[in-house]
Structures are given as C-alpha cells and as structure tokens.
C-alpha cells in the first residue's frame, strides 16, 4: 500500500506563509507527476498546484496563482508546496497526489488523473 504523507500545516494569520511536504514512505515518485489539492469543510475537494516528474511543467489554480509555488526534490523524493500571502478563505486540508501514468512533462490538475493520494494536513489562516 502506498502512503503518502503530508506535513507542514498549522494555524497562522493573514498575510503569512506555510510550507507544505509530502513524502512516499513506501515507493519512489520516480517518472510521477505530484499535485496538489484542498478541500475545505462543506466543498468539494479543489486542485491547487501540480509539478511534472522533470519539473519542466508546473500548473496553478488561478486563486493561488503569484502566491504559491510547488517544487520537488527528486532525490528527496518529496514535493513541496510554498504558500505566502495566505488568505482566510486558503483554509483547508491539504493533501498531496500522485500520478503514476503522466509523462515526464506532464502535470495534470484533474483528481481523476492522480493514483496515490495522502490523509493531508490542515491548513487554517485567521483573519
């Protein structure tokens, strides 16, 4: 089975920033495509960021565009997700996704196209 697990959140205010990580305890992300998704209480999960295994293609929500960056470290085997200028309505849990058919260049943001998805880790910002 595979586990994805999500770290990172917590509680901070308006304006601040978090970090978000993702690990594989138990494959590689080796030729995946990583992304993003949130979903706050009452709504339907929502994608956020996605990254191509080459890292050559990023793609963003438009509500997070110029405030959020995902990268990943492939030796790490981890995906990050940078989040600055935070807004109360980014409160959300955060989980992370894996597409194991995707090419090297491709980062898709559909929750049907992903594999793997992590439990996520709680994101809330105060206003």
């Known amino acids: 089975q595979v586990q994805l697990v999500e770290s990172g959140g917590g509680l901070v205010q308006a304006g601040g920033s978090l970090r978000l990580s993702c690990a594989a305890s138990?494959?590689?992300?080796?030729?995946?495509?990583l992304g993003w998704f949130r979903q706050a209480p009452g709504k339907e999960r929502e994608f956020v960021a996605a990254i191509s295994w080459s890292a050559s293609s990023t793609k963003y929500a438009d509500s997070v565009k110029g405030r959020f960056t995902i990268s990943r470290v492939n030796a790490q085997n981890t995906v990050y997700l940078q989040m600055n200028s935070l807004k109360p309505e980014d409160t959300a849990v955060y989980c992370c996704?894996?597409?194991?058919?995707?090419?090297?260049?491709?980062?898709?943001?559909?929750?049907?196209?992903?594999?793997?998805w992590g439990q996520g880790t709680q994101v809330t910002v105060s206003s």
């Open positions: 996704a894996a597409d194991v058919n995707a090419n090297f260049h491709y980062a898709g943001g559909a929750i049907h196209e992903y594999d793997y």
């Open positions: 138990t494959r590689t992300f080796t030729g995946d495509a």
